[in-house]
């Protein structure tokens, strides 16, 4: 009985989030009713747009210790990762002005630690340990994951999810063919070289200074490394089909990872 209510709640709070995009209500009210920005970056004349599962939250870390605020601080709870078009109506003319940067990921990468940090994290909704019993459950495997739940649908409606599922291109541009309006972009692949490169830039433009080297936060513990040939070409291509536009914007190659 204890499982069958267990289920019960899981699928209520899974249509609940599906219908109900109630995150999408909060950024409009945040940013376009009240207008609200990550005022402790941009007084200081920049804006780091958080991308999930690309390393932002070391980076986010390292720009909070720079300016004197606990490393975990964010300016308003739930807006840890907001899509370039917030900001945009947010900031109007004033987004010109900044210095604007963000960190990117090949999508086959960012989706598999996504799914790996979902198998990790237990959050319990209503008693339900939804991403767990997803990621766990439901589909045991990164394959099935990919195969049979992530859809285009589900990626746009933050089902259960939240923003961890949608594409990069969301955080760079209007439209998924471009152009990048961010200033800077880093990659995550080579992080520790791209992030010296911001420490220069911030310093001159902004005459914020970074600690030396990039803090980590967020790692996933227990995650194997994937390599190429670790996946079938069926789950490669299916990744490209959801992100292609990621693909395209940023430069990755689908069977380099």
């Not at 790692?219 to 069926?234: E, F, I, M, Q, W």
Request: aromatic letters at 18%; glycine letters at 6%; hydrophobic letters at 40%.
């Amino acid at each position: 009985m204890g499982g069958q209510s267990w289920l019960c709640r899981l699928r209520y709070f899974q249509q609940l989030v599906t219908f109900y995009p109630v995150y999408q209500v909060r950024y409009w009210w945040l940013f376009r009713v009240l207008r609200r920005v990550p005022v402790h970056f941009v007084d200081r004349g920049f804006l780091f747009i958080h991308i999930p599962k690309t390393g932002g939250q070391s980076l986010n870390a390292a720009l909070n210790r720079a300016l004197g605020y606990p490393e975990d601080y964010y300016w308003h709870p739930g807006a840890m990762h907001v899509p370039l078009r917030y900001y945009l109506s947010a900031l109007g003319e004033r987004f010109s002005q900044l210095f604007v940067f963000t960190i990117v990921r090949h999508p086959v990468q960012r989706l598999y630690s996504t799914y790996h940090f979902l198998r990790k994290r237990r959050r319990k909704v209503w008693g339900c340990d939804w991403m767990w019993w997803l990621t766990t459950v439901r589909y045991p495997t990164f394959e099935e994951f990919v195969l049979r739940w992530v859809t285009e649908f589900r990626m746009r409606t933050r089902m259960g999810l939240m923003e961890f599922l949608w594409p990069q291109w969301w955080f760079l541009s209007r439209t998924p063919a471009g152009p990048i309006e961010v200033d800077l972009v880093l990659r995550q692949e080579r992080l520790a070289e791209d992030y010296q490169r911001l420490r220069t830039l911030l310093a001159d433009r902004c005459g914020v200074r970074l600690p030396e080297t990039l803090p980590r936060k967020n790692v996933t513990p227990g995650k194997s490394r994937l390599r190429p040939g670790d996946l079938p070409r069926l789950v490669i291509d299916r990744i490209y089909q959801l992100y292609q536009a990621d693909f395209q914007l940023l430069g990755y190659e689908p069977e380099v990872f």
